[in-house]
């Protein structure tokens, strides 16, 4: 009598749960073998922000660790917020090291130029955003206008006209 298990493939029980977007991650990543990692080409090399909705404003937060608040630039126009960083490397410090200091086996560490492009809800007044850098988190304000803000509206309460009740 023939084995039946021969046949049966063992499977993850979160398996199915995959989020559609990792399964097409995945599924580049593995198709594009020797290419590296898929990044827009218009975009230059991203990295993680954090958007946050208060009452007053919009508060952003950028994780650039490594590098100086003099290598970061960051710019307001519209209703977008621009973040730019770049490290101010030497370019024979970005070249395989060799000699004594050893060869770079894998570079993963970008030294490239980091780009974000934020779009709010609202326009915004580039002369109120504020920003602070601290241990490799830059954060953002961005005040909210008042038109921006909502607005309670009172309700009155109808008074009976007399004669239609």
Not at 17 to 34: A, H, I, K, Y
């Amino acid at each position: 009598m023939p084995d039946t298990k021969k046949g049966i493939v063992k499977r993850e029980a979160y398996e199915s749960m995959t989020p559609l977007r990792d399964v097409m991650n995945r599924l580049l990543e593995e198709s594009m073998v020797g290419l590296g990692r898929i990044e827009p080409w218009f975009a230059g090399r991203a990295f993680p922000v954090d958007l946050l909705e208060t009452d007053d404003a919009y508060v952003v937060e950028a994780a650039l660790p490594g590098l100086k608040p003099e290598e970061i630039e960051v710019t307001a126009l519209g209703d977008t917020l621009t973040i730019r960083a770049r490290h101010e490397q030497r370019e024979e410090q970005r070249e395989k090291k060799s000699g004594n200091d050893g060869v770079y086996l894998r570079r993963e560490r970008s030294m490239d130029e980091f780009l974000r492009v934020i779009e709010l809800p609202m326009t915004l007044d580039p002369k109120k955003v504020t920003a602070v850098y601290e241990h490799g988190l830059l954060t953002l304000s961005v005040p909210k206008t008042e038109r921006e803000k909502p607005v309670m509206i009172p309700i009155k309460k109808r008074e009976p006209v007399a004669g239609l009740n």
